[in-house]
């Protein structure tokens, strides 16, 4: 009974640990892959982002930050003329305000990662 325990037990911390070490072999990049932080990205010039200036191609400065938000424009809840105008510029003020002195929601900031493209140069 002991005998049948003991080696259970050997059987059981063998799994976990094969478990371990697999999950750490997928995470693991590739040897000499060069990891970029995701909050990095690129840098991207002012001059740049004034191309992207309709609502269906629309680049947008937001502090030290551009983002594409050419998919997100049709989910945005205010009336489109609120927000085209900005596609292509620095709209850090209008995001801050909503135009009206009230700034948009801890869930609107959550959704920005999602967009972000990179720095702005
Ligand atoms: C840059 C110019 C922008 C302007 C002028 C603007 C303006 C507005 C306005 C007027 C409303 C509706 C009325 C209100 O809630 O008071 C609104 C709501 C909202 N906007 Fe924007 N918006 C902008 C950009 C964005 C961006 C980039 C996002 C997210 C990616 C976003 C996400 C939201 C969300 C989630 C709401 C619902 C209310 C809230 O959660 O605050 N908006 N915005």
């Not at 991207?44 to 594409?68: K, Q, Y």
């Not at 049709?74 to 900005?86: L, M, N």
């Amino acid at each position: 009974m002991r005998k049948l325990l003991v080696s259970s037990t050997l059987v059981f911390c063998l799994a976990v640990g094969g478990f371990w070490v697999s999950s750490l072999l997928r995470t693991a990049p590739p040897a000499g892959a060069k990891v970029e932080p995701a909050a990095v990205g690129r840098q991207v010039s002012a001059a740049e982002v004034a191309h992207h200036n309709s609502p269906t191609d629309c680049w947008m400065i937001l502090g030290r930050d551009v983002f594409d938000l050419s998919t997100y424009l049709p989910q945005h809840t205010s009336d489109p003329d609120v927000i085209t105008p900005w596609c292509g510029k620095d709209a850090s003020e209008a995001y801050l305000t909503k135009t009206k002195g009230r700034p948009h929601s801890p869930y609107a900031d959550s959704l920005l990662s999602k967009y972000r493209i990179g720095g702005l140069q």
